[in-house]
């Protein structure tokens, strides 16, 4: 648990309510937690779907691991703490998405349960869909988009999901889409999973 710091503060009710954005946009704000090892392809079935649904009218966005370490959390590495704390941040960010109505896509490897599970807590019921992204080891090493593998195996990346620190896989996932889909057809599960549970309209 973080410790609040700031003192002498009040938090501040707005006069829109959620029921009034949902009826605005046409959808209730939501967010996709895609997780999985590197080079599973999270970021790849991530921004297809955001494609898909910005074509159908939704309102969607995709916030992904390496663009947030670009910029809010530029200051973190990959210890275990640090990676704790990458998605506490991402997590109450996804949550202030899903609250303004947007359907949320994030792309994090997010190797621990009791990370997810605490961004999960920021949401109310079904509001939160985790999605394992299920590629081998063998396979996400074979593709190995971003050298990060090899890297690893040269142990010039220390502590490396899959390799050197560990990746704790969902026990009960709302969504699992694997390497035997293409990539149309795992965002349309996805999106699917939106309209089935009136997420938005189909």
Request: net charge negative; with cysteine; hydrophobic share 35%.
């Amino acid at each position: 648990m973080v410790e609040q710091k700031a003192t002498n503060i009040t938090k501040h009710i707005g006069l829109v309510s959620p029921e009034e954005r949902e009826e605005t946009f046409n959808q209730k704000g939501c967010v996709i937690w895609l997780t999985g090892l590197s080079g599973s392809g999270k970021s790849t079935v991530a921004v297809k779907a955001e494609q898909m649904l910005v074509k159908r009218g939704v309102h969607a966005f995709v916030l992904d691991g390496d663009n947030i370490r670009f910029g809010l959390n530029k200051d973190l590495g990959f210890s275990p703490e640090d990676r704790t704390e990458n998605i506490r941040r991402i997590g109450e960010v996804a949550a202030l998405f899903a609250n303004a109505g947007v359907i949320t896509l994030t792309a994090f490897i997010s190797p621990y349960i009791k990370d997810r599970d605490f961004a999960r807590s920021h949401l109310a019921e079904g509001r939160f869909l985790e999605c394992l992204v299920d590629s081998s080891l063998e396979i996400c090493e074979d593709r190995d988009p971003k050298g990060l593998y090899k890297k690893a195996r040269a142990g010039i990346i220390p502590q490396f999901t899959g390799v050197s620190a560990p990746y704790e896989y969902p026990e009960n996932p709302e969504l699992e889409v694997t390497t035997d889909c293409t990539v149309e057809e795992s965002a349309q599960q996805v999106i699917d999973q939106l309209v089935g549970r009136g997420l938005i309209s189909a």
